[in-house]
């Protein structure tokens, strides 16, 4: 059974960091792109981030590039979201997500993805 497990999410002052994980279990998704997106308070699931299987170019939604850097770990099953000079329209729940297409294309599109974690709550404050 596939489990995607978030963490690092906390309450951070404007302009701060944090670096999320996601630890992947259940399968080996070195060959599966993944991705983080978020919802915050009141607003849609938007997509935020996501990393290829191999290589190639990351995808950022406009509102974090050049602040947000999503990096993958294949041997330990970990997905990072490393997030910088935070905004309070940052503040959301951020998800892990799975595309379990084998070598896929990588996608915003929230539909492709097929398995989801729990969440990790982001709180930036003025």
């Known amino acids: 059974q596939v489990q995607l497990v978030e963490s690092g999410g906390g309450l951070v002052q404007a302009g701060g960091s944090l670096r999320l994980s996601c630890a992947a279990s259940g399968r080996t998704f070195s060959s599966y792109n993944m991705g983080w997106f978020r919802q915050g308070p009141g607003k849609e699931r938007e997509f935020v981030a996501a990393i290829k299987w191999r290589g190639g170019r990351n995808l950022y939604a406009d509102s974090v590039k050049g602040r947000f850097t999503i990096a993958r770990d294949n041997a330990k099953n970990l997905v990072y979201l490393q997030m910088k000079s935070l905004e309070p329209e940052d503040t959301a729940v951020y998800y892990c997500?799975?595309?379990?297409?084998?070598?896929?294309?990588?996608?915003?599109?929230?539909?492709?993805?097929?398995?989801w974690g729990q969440g990790t709550q982001v709180t930036v404050f003025a």
């Open positions: 997500a799975v595309d379990a297409s084998f070598m896929a294309t990588a996608t915003m599109d929230s539909r492709r993805y097929d398995y």
